[in-house]
């Protein structure tokens, strides 16, 4: 074994390590967190697991491709549940602000002032 092997084990471990904090990032609506959690969870479980398995054999080139594979599957869990959770949250505040108008409107139309937003 070579100190190349285990520079690239060190990588996959800071790799992973990223992963893990941008898992902390990803923000759900309550109805959605437990799902968004239990895929990322997953996906970071099955990372570990491979990196874990080039700790055994660092110079094991099918095993870091596996890792770095793992790597990119989480990362990617992470970035699709994270933009639907963005999509989502935009799209909330569209409504918010389309009922709001509404409201406005609708007074308007009564004759009365407008209200603020709740």
């Avoid at 099918?62 to 963005?86: H, M, P």
């Amino acid at each position: 074994m070579s100190s190349s092997d285990w520079a690239t084990v060190d990588d996959l471990m800071r790799d992973l390590g990223a992963v893990r904090r941008a898992a902390r990032d990803v923000r759900a609506a309550a109805s959605a967190r437990d799902i968004a959690q239990c895929a990322i969870e997953a996906a970071i479980l099955d990372a570990a697991a491979a990196v874990d398995r080039t700790i055994d054999a660092p110079g094991n080139a099918a095993a870091v491709i596996a890792a770095r594979e793992a790597i990119g599957v989480a990362e990617e869990v992470i970035r699709a549940l994270d933009a639907e959770v963005g999509r989502s949250l935009k799209v909330r505040a569209r409504a918010e602000a389309l009922r709001a108008r509404a409201s406005e409107l609708i007074q308007q139309a009564r004759g009365a002032a407008p209200s603020k937003p709740v």
